[in-house]
């Protein structure tokens, strides 16, 4: 287990690595390429029984990202390594906050519930209409129900509600140019989110390319000014919430899907 970068969590636990979704913008298996003695198996499906009870050795109360090189919950992962997984983390002496997040959620069982201290999120790219994956996570029993928009590839139907959700992580994609990011996609997602009262996560790859104002809440926090809903440009840098400021954002989204349908029929 090791101390990770990734904003939202302290630690990543890969008791099972690879992943067979074959996803062209996957970071983990650019560092199984990169690390190849590290991962002598490349990115195939490899369980590691001898790393089930690292997060024991952590003494204090830690996030934990759990299998964040691999999906629990994908179909080629063997029920027998799921189950002992889960087990662990079940039977673990110190309350982590531990974090899941799959591609699947359609495999996780409606009727398990999970502890408190189990947050469960699916990954959302809007590539491919992967949006189906938030029917899913809503009927989950646990602590958390979040969805991951990372990468973001695109624009989230207006009616594909995000009502249901505890939390949400928006980030762009990195290492490749291959699709470039619109604000609009992250304001549609906002805005909504905003309106509900959940809590948002910008990563810091948004903040530092899209230049909008620092977002990072979790779940349970006080809840300040949080959605990024215009572009720091013109009078109205960030929404302020005046019906002056949502007018100019529902104009702003009114014209991003516009623009995507145009594209579309071409």
Not at 115 to 120: D, L, R
């Amino acid at each position: 287990m090791n101390r990770t970068n990734i904003e939202w969590t302290k630690y990543s636990h890969n008791p099972e690595v690879g992943c067979l979704h074959g996803c062209w913008y996957c970071y983990a298996n650019r560092i199984t390429q990169r690390f190849p003695k590290k991962f002598p198996n490349g990115f195939k499906p490899t369980f590691y029984p001898e790393r089930l009870q690292d997060p024991w050795k952590v003494k204090h109360p830690s996030k934990i990202f759990v299998c964040s090189m691999s999906d629990l919950f994908a179909p080629w992962t063997k029920p027998e390594w799921r189950n002992e997984i889960i087990n662990s983390l079940l039977q673990c002496p110190v309350k982590h906050t531990f974090q899941l997040l799959t591609k699947n959620p359609e495999n996780i069982p409606e009727d398990f519930v999970f502890p408190g201290n189990f947050w469960i999120g699916t990954t959302v790219t809007c590539e491919n209409q992967d949006w189906i994956n938030l029917d899913f996570i809503k009927k989950v029993k646990c602590g958390i129900r979040f969805a991951s928009f990372e990468p973001l590839l695109g624009m989230l139907p207006k009616d594909v509600s995000l009502k249901g959700l505890d939390w949400i992580i928006i980030g762009k994609l990195t290492g490749s140019n291959r699709v470039k990011l619109d604000p609009a996609w992250v304001q549609r997602i906002t805005l909504e989110a905003n309106d509900l009262g959940i809590p948002i996560f910008l990563k810091n790859n948004l903040l530092r390319h899209l230049a909008f104002p620092r977002v990072q809440h979790f779940p349970g926090e006080e809840l300040s000014l949080q959605a990024p809903l215009i572009p720091r440009t013109g009078k109205h840098p960030v929404n302020c919430g005046c019906p002056k400021c949502r007018k100019l954002v529902q104009d702003f989204l009114h014209k991003a899907e516009e623009k995507g349908r145009q594209q579309q029929s071409c």
